[in-house]
């Protein structure tokens, strides 16, 4: 479609009024049921640009269909457009009926268990992270635990790289919200313990705040980690291993003298400390990505 700009911003002006709606979304419908894939594309663009200015009642009778529609559209690029267009729906309204929709059709390109598709998905549901529901979160944050579970089958290291780097903003995103602690416990720390694994696939940064991910959601220490993985997976752990109280390095500190001062201090102070820092950091670190970036990227510039 020709000046695709200037046509979004004419159509989203006349969606203000509601008068229009009905000429708007006829010419929309006849777009999506056309044989031509460029008019579907464009049609998916469109549907998106124009979510922000409808209503709940106007999504559910129009984009949504129409979106399902391209969904099942047998075009790579049609349906891959139909489900960024379902991630701001996502983003914009939280009414129980949408969501379920959007779970529905997630699930059904999510089966189709191609790369793109996995892709497209989480990068969908992660933009709209910040201003979803809480089920919404919690439908994400399984979806990644049982993707990153499973064995690679990938053996082109691009594309475990794009994987790796789509889930790791999804987690960054998710952990900058308020998860429930059974959430954090048996699916943000598995799975970043999974992405952990493949450290070929993983970017230096997103590595980094992985690790500070974990470390601040268990507790603040590399033990507690150690062991919260370790219940998860079943097995015994070497972080708990080697920094527990009965390990080689717990038993070597362990004839060290200790200032007995420094051990009357309160727990509760540094504790609550340590609750205001996480719950700050977590927030700050969403948008930090590039600051992150930079830093391993200019790790080799002189000084």
Known sequence: MHHTAEIIDAIRFLCIFEEHHGVIFHILWEMVVSSDTNLKTSAAALLKALVPYVGVKVASTHVLPALITLGSDQNSAVKYASIDALGAVAQHFKSDMVVDKI???????????SHEATISVIRALAV???HSTDRLREYLLTKIFRLTSAPPTENDIERRRERANVFCEALRALDA??????SV?????????????????????????????GRERSGGTLESIGK??????????????????????????GGEQHDPAAASVPPQVGLQTQQENTRFGRI?????????RGKAKGGDEPS
């Open 177 to 182: 919200t308020d998860l429930p602690a059974t």
């Open 103 to 113: 779970h529905i059709q997630m699930d059904a390109f999510l089966e189709d268990g």
């Open 228 to 253: 919260a993985m370790g219940a998860h997976l079943g097995i015994a752990t070497s972080v708990s291993s080697f920094f527990g109280e009965s390990s080689l390095l717990g038993k070597k500190e």
């Open 284 to 292: 700050m670190r969403g948008g930090f990505g590039d600051m992150l």
């Open 128 to 130: 709209a992270v910040p």
């Open 185 to 213: 416990r048996d699916l943000l720390l598995p799975s970043i313990q999974n992405l952990l694994k493949d450290v070929d696939a993983l970017d230096p940064a997103h590595k980094e705040a992985l690790e500070v991910i």
